[in-house]
């Protein structure tokens, strides 16, 4: 299942290496196959609660830049004006990826693995899917088939 996650236009997945959107990718695979087997509804809902929880790329960024900005004007305050330079860069770091939508924070926190909204979208629209919010989606085959079916609903 190679082509599920075609988000071209995305410059998060197009900035990030390969094997780091292969490695979310396969999370997302991974999740929405596990829950085809079950077909568990109390199970999927559940687990659709936590996604609604999930932090996404921007977010993360926003908040590391933000408190890394007030840490450096914290101690430039208690230790001496030196310290505003960490806070301009990571006001630049966050300008860049306000503008860019990608950048080197963006970078360092996608390798840990956050996931972007439109990513997490996708993993909703597809359990929802199985659930039986949509019609679109074949209950005969097995749950390689209905999971596979699921992630392209989503996609379009």
Same mark, same amino acid.
């Given at each position: 299942?190679?082509?599920?996650?075609?988000?071209?236009?995305?410059?998060?997945?197009?900035?990030?290496?390969?094997?780091?959107?292969?490695?979310?990718?396969?999370?997302?695979?991974?999740?929405?196959q596990?829950?085809?087997?079950?077909?568990?509804?109390?199970?999927?809902?559940?687990?659709?609660?936590?996604?609604?929880?999930?932090?996404?790329?921007?977010?993360?960024?926003?908040?590391?830049?933000?408190?890394?900005?007030?840490?450096? &004007? #914290?101690? /430039?305050?208690?230790?001496?004006? =030196?310290?505003?330079?960490?806070?301009?860069?990571? @006001?630049?770091?966050? +300008?860049?990826?306000?503008?860019?939508?990608?950048?080197?924070?963006?970078? &360092? #926190?996608? /390798?840990?693995?956050?996931?972007? =909204?439109?990513?997490?979208?996708?993993?909703?629209? @597809?359990?929802?899917? +199985?659930r039986?919010?949509?019609?679109?989606?074949?209950?005969?085959g097995?749950?390689?088939?209905?999971?596979?079916?699921?992630?392209?609903?989503a996609?379009?």
């Amino acid at each position: 299942m190679e082509s599920w996650n075609r988000t071209s236009a995305d410059s998060v997945r197009t900035h990030t290496p390969d094997g780091v959107n292969r490695r979310i990718d396969a999370r997302v695979e991974k999740c929405v196959q596990g829950m085809a087997e079950h077909m568990d509804r109390s199970v999927i809902s559940t687990y659709l609660e936590k996604l609604e929880r999930e932090w996404d790329l921007n977010r993360v960024v926003t908040v590391a830049a933000s408190a890394v900005s007030v840490l450096g &004007l #914290v101690l /430039a305050a208690k230790d001496g004006p =030196r310290w505003k330079l960490v806070s301009g860069v990571a @006001a630049g770091l966050l +300008l860049q990826h306000g503008l860019l939508g990608f950048g080197p924070l963006s970078e &360092l #926190v996608r /390798a840990l693995g956050v996931r972007t =909204r439109r990513e997490i979208d996708l993993e909703k629209f @597809a359990l929802k899917a +199985l659930r039986g919010d949509f019609e679109r989606i074949p209950h005969d085959g097995g749950p390689l088939a209905r999971s596979n079916a699921a992630l392209v609903a989503a996609q379009s």
